[in-house]
């Protein structure tokens, strides 16, 4: 069967934007093709630094004829509607039928179409997907209409091994030199036409040469020094990177994101091995990585003992006759200044202790509606030392000194050069200032956890300090009405929640989420008036808040119970998120929330384990059948009679029959040993003692008549029925459990 075959080669495109467009130009061709209704066998993209490459294989060489019918107006309508429906189909009466259907006879259309050349459709399809692929920032050259990440060099299309003859109108070029570099055009052309032939390796293989189908074309590329394919380009670099390390003796640090990273900046890897002089080996390892990474995209390398070595490689794009020498000394000397720079900063910013710093805080806005960060701390202290008082082995010394220093790195000179390193050099600036290990610990990981994949803080102290910084935080943003909207999420809120579940939950802390809440919402609402006011002091207007006022509301800026229950729901929808990432179902989760009133996460998550391997006995299953039963009949019964049977109370003198009143009895006996066992927070026990309800329920369904002629025992039956309910709905509300 035919192949398609299209590249799209360019100037270098940005090594994060490439796997997306690799994808959605797949998308944008298939897309067209199963709109025109071309059937193919498979359709792979792929992508280099300086190419977009699509191959659809198992296209046909035309499409089969076909022939569709449409049917019209009666043949007694007016002439007025049948010649409507002539032209809307482009059709003649000539080409209609009248055919019976049994209600009278109407007109057919009958539309004959013949085979469509799939080269005649590839031009289109081509323009189209250049046209709409979008691109996070893209840019326009010359007088070209086209926007492109970079500008285009050449558009390479090919099928059925023959070059496909077409091109991309996008506007007059200007004729100045120097600006159609980007595209083939010339003085009067107004289009880009495609070719067959592309070009190799910018340096190793710059010639250009023919190509005639994907196999071709990718054997050709390989010998012009280009591997099309990222997934063997990466493996490459393993692999020659695992080869220089192990001749060193040592390992190369796992960094699956800055090797992914590499890959799309090289076309031919050639993986080299560069010293990192010792006068640098004392900074701190996290800065060394750090330079290496963030700046130059080095691999790291680590001794037999895990520690950070003096080695490092780069990923080269070259092959050189001295075997890479200059380029690996060349990337010495860059790392060097880099160094160089940071053991400035290292030395600098120990000249003055953390501290001393703090007050600097103070000229930082942290938002214009909530003051400084200084005035952040001053209530992240506060919140954090309530917090330790619920955390086993949180000194509140200790805490209080972190929380006052965890941002006073952020105006060292370290943090303002690397910024990822942010609470990691506020611990090295603090152990070095004779701080204890506890809040130099705390410092670092406050900002944690910050993603699935980020170690969760366990050290009492850094618990208390790093909730404490992520529920004023959100805390901040309800009160200011900067909720998540949608897939907006600008100041990260989200992962904020899940961070304080996971600190909560990971640590199987017994914190009473609500009321800190509260505390973060009326400390948010302090800053917004103190902001505000402020705010006016400047403006010459309002006289500002005068020293020693308590500040305890922000009147306009939302109700504090207003906020706390939206925070709250805002932490069930994220609990139900992990939860569901954990497998558990969905319908158990809202069972167990609709009961409402909690706010322990961790009595809360038992809860719904509990519930799980209740309802997997056959003891939780048919007693959720049974509950279904009763409470439709009941619900039914209360429709039909205007009265509400539920809470109503239970006439025990009525209960005439054995079946009835062992489930009365045992209803009563089942409620007293759940309470006690969720008093206990032992719901096992509550939900064994659900589970004998099972067989008095079976028995009253077999052998009691609900509906009795007896107005009086009618009404009490369905009262015991309600009460079934009342019961299961005590540990969770079963209506929602689907089954």
Not at 395 to 405: E, I, P, Q
Not at 549 to 573: E, P, Q, R
Not at 671 to 693: D, G, I, P, R, W
């Amino acid at each position: 069967m035919p192949e398609l075959l299209i590249e799209l080669l360019s100037e270098e495109i940005p090594a994060r934007m490439q796997a997306r467009a690799a994808e959605e130009l797949k998308k944008l061709i298939t897309d067209s093709l199963k709109k025109d209704k071309f059937a193919f066998a498979r359709a792979e993209s792929y992508v280099t630094p300086r190419r977009l490459t699509l191959v659809v294989d198992g296209l046909p060489a035309t499409t089969e004829d076909s022939r569709e019918e449409k049917r019209g107006p009666r043949t007694d309508a007016p002439q007025k509607a049948i010649d409507g429906f002539r032209k809307a189909h482009g059709v003649t009466l000539d080409q209609c039928e009248i055919r019976d259907t049994g209600k009278g006879e109407y007109w057919f259309a009958v539309i004959e179409k013949g085979g469509q050349s799939t080269a005649e459709i590839v031009p289109l399809l081509v323009e189209t997907a250049l046209f709409n692929l979008t691109w996070p920032t893209s840019m326009r050259w010359g007088n070209s209409s086209l926007t492109w990440v970079r500008p285009l060099q050449s558009i390479l299309v090919v099928f059925d091994g023959k070059l496909v003859k077409g091109s991309i109108q996008h506007g007059t070029p200007q004729k100045i030199a120097g600006l159609n570099a980007g595209l083939p055009l010339h003085p009067g052309e107004q289009e880009t036409i495609f070719v067959s032939s592309t070009v190799g390796h910018r340096f190793l293989a710059p010639d250009s040469f023919e190509v005639r189908g994907f196999a071709d074309y990718k054997k050709k590329l390989k010998a012009a020094k280009v591997i099309l394919d990222p997934a063997e380009r990466r493996a490459v670099i393993e692999k020659q990177a695992k080869q220089k390390a192990t001749r060193a003796k040592l390992a190369v640090r796992d960094d699956p994101a800055l090797l992914d990273e590499v890959t799309g900046l090289v076309e031919w890897p050639v993986v080299l091995m560069g010293r990192i002089e010792d006068q640098f080996m004392d900074l701190p390892p996290e800065v060394l990585t750090t330079s290496m990474r963030a700046h130059q995209k080095y691999l790291a390398l680590t001794d037999e003992s895990g520690a950070l070595a003096n080695r490092f490689l780069v990923v080269a794009n070259m092959e050189t006759a001295d075997r890479g020498k200059a380029i690996a000394a060349g990337n010495e000397r860059v790392l060097r200044a880099r160094l160089a720079d940071a053991r400035f900063f290292w030395d600098q910013d120990r000249k003055m202790p953390l501290a001393a710093r703090a007050p600097r805080l103070g000229q930082i806005v942290f938002h214009a509606k909530l003051g400084t960060l200084d005035e952040k701390i001053d209530r992240v202290q506060a919140l954090a030392v309530e917090i330790a008082g619920h955390i086993d082995g949180a000194d509140k010394d200790r805490v209080r000194s972190a929380a006052r220093l965890c941002k006073a790195d952020l105006v060292t000179g370290m943090v303002g050069e690397f910024p990822e390193l942010q609470g990691i050099m506020g611990r090295y600036y603090a152990l070095a200032d004779g701080e204890h290990a506890e809040v130099a610990e705390a410092i670092a990981e406050h900002y944690a956890p910050q993603g699935p994949n980020d170690t969760c803080p366990s050290a009492p102290v850094s618990v208390a300090l790093a909730l404490a910084d992520k529920i004023y935080t959100l805390a901040c943003f309800w009160v200011i009405d900067e909720k998540p909207t949608g897939s907006k999420d600008p100041y990260a809120l989200r992962r904020a929640a899940l961070g304080v579940i996971r600190l909560i939950v990971e640590n199987g802390l017994r914190l009473p989420l609500r009321s800190f809440l509260e505390r973060g919402v009326n400390y948010a609402s302090n800053s917004v008036l103190s902001a505000s006011q402020e705010a006016a002091k400047k403006k010459g207007g309002s006289q500002a808040i005068g020293a020693g006022t308590t500040l305890t509301t922000a009147s306009g800026w939302g109700d504090i119970d207003t906020n706390v229950l939206a925070l709250l729901d805002f932490f069930a929808d994220r609990l139900k998120v992990v939860l569901r990432e954990r497998g558990v179902r969905h319908d158990l989760i809202a069972a167990v929330f609709a009961v409402g009133g909690e706010d322990d996460l961790v009595r809360l998550l038992a809860r719904v384990d509990a519930l799980a391997a209740f309802l997997k006995t056959d003891d939780g299953a048919h007693l959720q059948v049974a509950y279904q039963r009763a409470a439709n009949i009941v619900r039914i019964e209360e429709k039909r009679d205007k009265l509400r049977y539920h809470g109503a109370e239970l006439a025990i003198d009525q209960l005439v029959e054995e079946a009835e009143r062992s489930l009365g009895m045992r209803i009563f006996d089942s409620e007293v040993e759940a309470e006690k066992a969720l008093m206990a927070e032992n719901f096992t026990a509550a939900m064994v003692a659900l589970a004998k309800l099972r067989k008095p329920v079976d028995d009253f369904f077999d052998r009691v008549t609900v509906n009795t002629e007896n107005p009086e025992l009618r009404v009490n039956r369905l009262r015991l029925l309600a009460r079934i309910g009342a019961t299961l709905d005590r540990v969770a509300d079963f209506s929602k459990i689907e089954g």
